[in-house]
């Protein structure tokens, strides 16, 4: 069986945004709530890395980290939250009550409630359409080709080639959740989560 992770190349991101935008067009999301909350199943975070003069910010997409070990998962109440065939971090929203305990459980910030819904959602690599041999929209429509997807346990995958030609990581190794959402030339440490 795979095990399906990404690779995001910071090198290749252009910074357009598209990754964002077709996600939210593709999914449904709303685009903001009266009380001013904005939801997506993608996020952005732009750290500043360095002192002046030498001051570089830095442009990272982030979204569920797809973990081995997910927080989310454990603390679901109603088991809404599961692993697909593929490997990949699903969820049921019809078995979602709302009660956020994996919004809080998440320590990548990666969950959301919809209050339109009453249900939380959140990234699933679009397993839907990884399961039909297809790329999450994401990475379809990234025009800098910035975001690849695939086998992280076969060592012949192109991801696996890429991830350790760029000695890329994951975000907060140290959470413990075990991410398999990988950074290319990305200063990790200086990320805030």
Wanted: glycine share 6%; charged share 25%.
């Amino acid at each position: 069986m795979a095990r399906y992770g990404m690779l995001i190349d910071l090198n290749k991101c252009v910074r357009c945004r598209t990754c964002y935008v077709v996600c939210k067009v593709m999914h449904d999301i709303p685009n903001q709530f009266e009380s001013g909350k904005r939801y997506a199943r993608l996020k952005f975070v732009e750290p500043e890395v360095g002192k002046y003069p030498e001051v570089k910010r830095h442009f990272l997409p982030y979204h569920c980290m797809q973990c081995d070990n997910p927080a989310c998962m454990e603390v679901c109440p109603e088991n809404a939250i599961f692993r697909t065939k593929e490997g990949l971090i699903s969820f049921d929203p019809a078995k979602c009550i709302g009660c956020e305990a994996c919004v809080e459980a998440c320590p990548y910030n990666a969950r959301y409630l919809n209050e339109e819904t009453g249900t939380v959602d959140a990234c699933d690599l679009c397993a839907d359409r990884i399961a039909e041999g297809k790329l999450p929209w994401c990475a379809e429509r990234c025009i800098g080709h910035a975001m690849m997807v695939g086998d992280l346990d076969d060592p012949n995958s192109d991801i696996s080639k890429d991830i350790k030609r760029t000695n890329a990581k994951p975000l907060a190794s140290h959470f413990g959740t075990r991410p398999k959402v990988y950074y290319a030339y990305a200063d990790i440490n200086a990320v805030p989560l």
